[in-house]
Each structure stands twice: as structure tokens, then as C-alpha cells.
């Protein structure tokens, strides 16, 4: 889990920066740097030679990671970017749930 609760295949919405607005699901979370990966956010250009691997080279886009405090968790419920809160179940086990809705995300 990053610091700031987002997790894998998590559905985001970017608050800041060129792609504000936009909402995408999380593809990878790169805790080094704080960063995750979200699905057509943040793209980029990269220059490809072509290789034995890759075959055809030329100019592909591809996503580059955003800062994790430029994302915000989208509920799954009430559909608005929330704050994940914490909560420990009757199970003892820890579950995030929404601030808004107070609905569990991770069951």
C-alpha cells in the first residue's frame, strides 16, 4: 500500500497539472518515487528504433507515471474523488472506505 492509499486498478482522477479532470484506472504504483501509472494520463512521446524485439520502430505514446499527490481515489459507490479513510472491521482486518459516503471500498 503507497502513503497516500491508492492501490492497483484503483479508479483516480487527476487534481492537478495538464491532465486535470481526467480519470483513469491505475496501471502500476512505483513507491521509489511516489508516482503511479494511470491508464491515458500523462502521455508522452518516445522515439523507437527499430530493434529484433520490438520490430517496426518510430514515435510511440506511452503513459509516464503522475505524482500520487496529484491523484485522488474515485468511490466506487457515489462516484465523487474522495479521501480514503481507514477502518478496522469486526474481523479485525483494516479497509479503506469513503469520507463522503462511508461505504467500504476494499470488501
Given at each position: 500500500m503507497s502513503e497516500m492509499g491508492i492501490k492497483k486498478n484503483d479508479q483516480v482522477v487527476v487534481i492537478a497539472g495538464k491532465d486535470k479532470g481526467k480519470i483513469g484506472k491505475v496501471l502500476r504504483i512505483v513507491t521509489k518515487s511516489g508516482r503511479?501509472?494511470?491508464e491515458k494520463v500523462n502521455m508522452v512521446?518516445?522515439?523507437q528504433r527499430p530493434s529484433a524485439k520490438t520490430g517496426k520502430g518510430g514515435i510511440l505514446e506511452k503513459e509516464s507515471p503522475v505524482h500520487l499527490s496529484?491523484?485522488?481515489v474515485v468511490c466506487s459507490k457515489c462516484g465523487k474523488p474522495t479521501r480514503m479513510g481507514r477502518r478496522v472491521l469486526e474481523d479485525g482486518s483494516k479497509a479503506?472506505?469513503?469520507?463522503?459516503?462511508?461505504?467500504?471500498l476494499d470488501a
Open positions: 503511479a501509472l494511470v512521446k518516445r522515439h496529484n491523484l485522488m479503506r472506505f469513503c469520507r463522503k459516503c462511508k461505504e467500504v
